[in-house]
């Protein structure tokens, strides 16, 4: 498998609703960030979340990293319609922010 | 907007034409990258510049050709592409003072090549 592996591929929910994206990878990493894309568009810095954190909040984003599994969870919470979109995760494995390596991202659908 | 713009938005292309895609960015960024995304694969690192200078190419074939003539700019220079080059082709720029490592994208110019 890939670094920055993202789990599910596709999640549908209504609106109102959590969503939660998992992804894993597998080397050591500086940091893990999350971006979103909106279809055929580019990429968006969600949240960053250091190899010394836990747990991370932006608004109604919540990010946890566990360094020792070597994953991460990005849950958006009250999802609305206009969160669908792609997300992806990215691992700085090296010299702070000069090279992330993608995952194939989840695609979230959230239905009014 | 992200303060990363690219032109075209879209291109259509033969494969015995030339063609450039160009970046530019407003950030003040020293730091500047290409990348692919095909359809269901991650995108794909093809170049990176740090104050202008390539500091990584990974693995791109030769008819993909970057330019950096100063640190707000960037081009790809295309030549000879195979219809499996088609992609959206993103550029992306970062700080490189302090702890700035989040990247900025610019909307990608999607490729078609018949």
């Known amino acids: 498998s890939q670094q920055g592996e993202e789990d599910p591929q596709a999640l549908s929910i209504q609106e109102g609703e959590n969503a939660t994206m998992n992804c894993s990878y597998k080397t050591s990493i500086n940091n893990l960030q999350w971006y979103r894309q909106n279809s055929g568009r580019g990429l968006v810095h969600l949240i960053l979340?250091?190899?010394?954190?836990r747990e991370k909040h932006s608004g109604r984003l919540r990010v946890t990293l566990d360094t020792s599994k070597k994953s991460s969870s990005l849950l958006i919470t009250a999802s609305r319609a206009a969160d669908t979109a792609s997300y992806f995760c990215?691992?700085?494995?090296?010299?702070?922010?000069?090279?992330?390596?993608f995952g194939e991202g989840t695609q979230l659908t959230v239905n009014p | 907007e992200t303060g990363v713009t690219q032109t075209p938005r879209h291109l259509v292309m033969g494969m015995t034409n030339k063609k450039s895609l160009k970046c530019e960015q407003h950030l003040g960024h020293n730091a500047m990258y290409w990348y692919k995304q095909s359809a269901k694969k991650p995108l794909e690192l093809m170049f990176v510049?740090?104050?202008?200078?390539?500091?990584e190419n990974n693995s791109v074939p030769s008819r993909f050709s970057p330019e950096c003539p100063n640190s707000s700019h960037l081009f790809l220079h295309l030549h000879t592409l195979q219809p499996e080059d088609s992609a959206l082709y993103l550029c992306?720029?970062?700080?490189?003072?302090?702890?700035?490592?989040?990247?900025?994208f610019g909307p990608g110019t999607r490729l078609l090549v018949l």
């Open positions: 510049y740090n104050f202008k200078e390539q500091t």
């Open positions: 992306a720029s970062r700080g490189t003072s302090g702890a700035q490592e989040t990247q900025y």
């Open positions: 990215a691992t700085d494995e090296g010299a702070s922010g000069s090279r992330l390596t």
């Open positions: 979340i250091r190899s010394n954190e």
